[in-house]
């Protein structure tokens, strides 16, 4: 079974810019997650959707939002890119029927330079 | 309030050691569950373990064993003779229903570096 898929894995980006990152899931999770992970924060919860909704959003700005397909294929956006923005941005998928807390298995993740 | 602490921040040992890497952890459900992740250079967390909070069991799997033990709320884990390929960073996590919904709530991580 194919695992987590991100893309692109490189990205380069100015401050003030916007930029879309791309993940799909392993086969029959209908459950993504988002994380961030920055040398100075470590790794920290963005958000989750599950059905093409978000479940559950972390404490990040506005500027960070996501959505879902009805293929359960997961995008996130950043909007007027900062400094700070620098990370690696990683995915990742669980089954997650209802409730408890099944395994989150992770992507290669997408990392993002702000320039 | 920091959830999960991984007091060890990095960690050398020489091939063939044993290594063990502390996590210990805070949480006021009773419902809740424990996670091993190893991220090598790449970047990809790889999944090593869950336990949940109604399963104190310790657990061994080849030279991986992990310590379960909610009297000190911590859940250790054990490279039994280490290999250079074990070289990552490890990070526990923890999931439980007071974190935006069972959201993985990471340590800082500990980086082991085994040498030859």
């Known amino acids: 079974k194919a695992g987590v898929t991100q893309t692109p894995r490189y990205l380069i980006k100015t401050r003030g810019q916007q930029v879309t990152l791309s993940c799909s899931p392993i086969?029959?999770?209908?459950?993504v997650s988002w994380y961030q992970q920055t040398p100075g924060q470590g790794l920290q919860f963005l958000f989750e959707?599950?059905?093409?909704?978000?479940?559950n959003k972390g404490n990040f700005p506005g500027r960070f939002s996501g959505r879902q397909f009805s293929n359960s294929r997961s995008e996130m956006n950043v909007s007027t890119l900062e400094l700070g923005d620098s990370a690696l941005y990683l995915c990742?998928?669980?089954?997650?029927?209802?409730?408890?807390?099944?395994?989150?298995?992770f992507g290669p993740g997408t990392r993002l330079l702000v320039l | 309030a920091q959830k999960v602490t991984q007091a060890q921040t990095e960690i050398s040992v020489v091939e063939k050691e044993d290594v063990t890497l502390d996590c210990v952890y805070e949480?006021?459900?009773?419902?809740?569950?424990l996670f091993w992740y190893k991220q090598p250079p790449s970047g990809e967390l790889v999944f090593l373990i869950r336990?949940?909070?109604?399963?104190?069991q310790n657990e061994i799997s080849g030279r991986y064993s992990w310590n379960f033990q909610k009297s000190t709320s911590s859940f250790n884990f054990t490279i039994t003779a280490s290999q250079v390929v074990d070289s990552a960073v490890y990070f526990c996590?923890?999931?439980?229903?007071?974190?935006?919904?069972?959201?993985?709530?990471f340590g800082k991580g500990t980086s082991l570096l085994v040498t030859p």
């Open positions: 996590a923890l999931s439980d229903p007071s974190n935006f919904g069972y959201a993985l709530n």
């Open positions: 336990r949940n909070s109604f399963d104190e």
């Open positions: 086969s029959g999770h209908r459950s």
């Open positions: 990742a998928s669980s089954r997650q029927y209802s409730g408890g807390q099944e395994t989150q298995y």
């Open positions: 959707y599950f059905s093409e909704t978000q479940r």
């Open positions: 949480t006021r459900d009773t419902t809740y569950y």
